[in-house]
Every structure is written in C-alpha cells, then in structure tokens.
C-alpha cells in the first residue's frame, strides 16, 4: 500500500513535472496528500461510535442540589459521574431531603 502510493507519487510527479515544472508539481503533490490525509482521518474520526457512558438510577436516594446564587433546586434521578452539577458557574451544593411520606389521615 505505501510502495503504491510512494510509486504513484513519484509518477505523478514525473508527469505532472515534465507539463508544469518539478517545484509546482511537487508542491501540488504535498497539497494534495495534506488533504487526502485530512480528509481521511475526519471521515474516520466521523465513523467512531463513542462508548457508552454508564449510568445509574439514584431516584430513590433523593440526591437533591441547590444553587446558591439564584435558588435553583435540582433533583437527581439518573448519575453519570459522581461530580456535582453546576448552575450560575457555581458548583451545585448537595442538600439531601429525604421525601416526606404522605400524611396519613384516617379515612
Ligand atoms: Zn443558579
């Protein structure tokens, strides 16, 4: 594959050389591997499936945060990373309320 491509270089060059002049054509050579290059690790690059991120179900712990600076409050159902979310360009601050069971009244 690369003695091809070495091979195929050298005669284009050499066509390409003896119509336009060696320095242009080997300047045009060097162009066009850069953006066959780049070309190709953008499409392979674009190709890549990314993992999966692992998640995990936290609705029954409650994980409640709270903004600081505006008062938002944000409950947690689903965790990816353990870091804390932030709001405001603050860090979130974890504030755990256990939900109040409804009040039983007698029927
Ligand atoms: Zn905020």
Do not use: W
């Amino acid at each position: 594959m690369r003695a091809t491509a070495v091979t195929a270089a050298g005669l284009a060059l050499g066509v390409l050389g003896y119509f336009y002049g060696f320095l242009r054509a080997g300047v045009a050579l060097m162009i066009f591997a850069v953006i066959v290059y780049l070309g190709y690790s953008y499409f392979a690059a674009a190709g890549q499936v990314p993992p999966d991120v692992e998640s995990e179900d936290v609705s029954d712990e409650s994980l409640m945060y709270v903004c600081r600076m505006c008062g938002l409050e944000l409950k947690i159902e689903t965790v990816t990373t353990d870091r804390a979310p932030s709001h405001c360009r603050e860090k979130m601050e974890l504030v755990n309320v256990a939900p109040s069971p409804p009040p039983l009244r007698p029927v």
